[in-house]
């Protein structure tokens, strides 16, 4: 009878123990966190925190907090000087839309818009999305001093809420239709970048452009040649984006090149790994007799670390790493920097029937609604692009729909269009939280009232 090894036992980690804190605290957080659902659920608490911070009678903390500057000094050579909402406008969300040009990137290379045929239908009805909602916010705003730059805001699609809306309702909705409608914000992402590159860069300083650039190009060239330092990626990026910053250019933009460079693909094919990997586990199972044979496996060990991790795609680690930092923390605090409205002397009914505010939440429910639907529509009836496995008009019309929660890219593209003091900002605002909130309670409910009549 053959012998067999019994099951190792191994000692449960801190996170697995019974104690108090990772069984009451730990635990469920992680729980909460593996969600798709619950990074849109964070950003809401954040968006209505902001908003009754700056209503309250600690408004003034609020408002103070973010205008609030940092200096740093190198003896007499001025580095920064900035307040926090910037730093969090210009520096944290680099970040956010680094992970966003790791997603772009992973889709062209690797998933849905890496085929032409199937990559059409999304980008196709992007276009429409972006074009569309456009269009109805100049109609609106026609007229009003210093509106026009608003153009932009109703054009983006806030991946965090609506695939998490659609997370809300399971199978109800097949997996090809969610796939379309990450797709079709992936694309809206490209789309809202190219705006803020070619339409809200002002003042460009062309020696500076032309040093981040040239830092870009460097990462480019050394992750082409396999240089594995990570340590040296950080530093040219971090240099790249302070180039960006004082370009003109806006800063995150560095963040959205840097990931699209980024190698999507491992150092190591898996057939390099499992030959290693087997010659590891045999000197591994065999017993070491001497000092030597046992260093000779430690070193095979070693070695073997460094290509598990290497066999792993730069983008995938990193998107790995940096998706929970930047979902439960860079975006959220963005929502509580830019979030916060002052109703204070504020005629309400006046505001939301003003023409930036009409022009954004009609630009963001019926524009994206209609624009998206209608050139999917185009798409399919030209034979350009195909219906998404299981999904009906009425499902794309639902998801379309949601394409209209335009939150974090809209407030974004809103802090870049318009004057930081001017009124046209909180007007947008209050357009962006209307159309947002409409839109996904609209899409959720037609695609929820569709699957309880399939």
Partial sequence: MAHVEPPIKRRPTWVQSDRTVPTLFVRPVRRFMDLEASS??????MAVVALIWANSASADSYFGLLDYHVVVELGDVHIL???????????????????????IKRELVLGELNDAKTAALPAIA????????????????????????????????????SVGIVALLGSRVPLTAKLFLLALAIVDDIGAIAVIAIFYTTDLAFFWLLAAIALLALIYILSRTNVRLTGVYWVLGILAWYAMLESGVHATLAGVAVGLITPARPFYSSREYDALARRTIELYSADETTQDAREEVDFEVLQL???????????TRLEHALAPWTSFFVVPLFALANAGISFDGVEIGEAIT??????????????????????????????????????????????AMLAGVGFTVSLFITELAFEAQSPLVDLAKIGIFLGSAVA????????????TTA
């Fill in 354 to 399: 003003s023409g930036v505010a009409l022009g954004v939440a009609f630009g963001l429910v019926l524009g994206k609604t209609f624009g998206v639907t209608l050139f999917a529509w185009l798409a399919v009836k030209a034979g350009i692009g195909s219906m998404p496995r299981g999904a009906n008009w009425q499902m794309m019309t639902g998801l």
């Fill in 81 to 103: 000087d900035e307040s926090i909402k910037h730093l969090i406008n210009d520096g944290l969300m680099v970040l956010f839309f680094f992970v966003v040009g790791m997603e």
């Fill in 440 to 451: 996904g309670i609209g899409g959720y409910l037609l695609l929820r009232i569709r699957s």
């Fill in 126 to 161: 992007a276009v429409g999305g972006m074009v569309v909602p456009a269009l109805i916010y100049v109609a609106f705003a026609a007229g009003i001093e210093g509106a026009g730059p608003g153009w932009g805001i109703p054009m983006a699609t806030d991946i965090a809420f």
């Fill in 40 to 45: 849109g659920v964070i950003l809401l608490i």
């Fill in 305 to 315: 670390s460094k290509v598990s991790r290497d066999s792993v795609a730069p983008l």
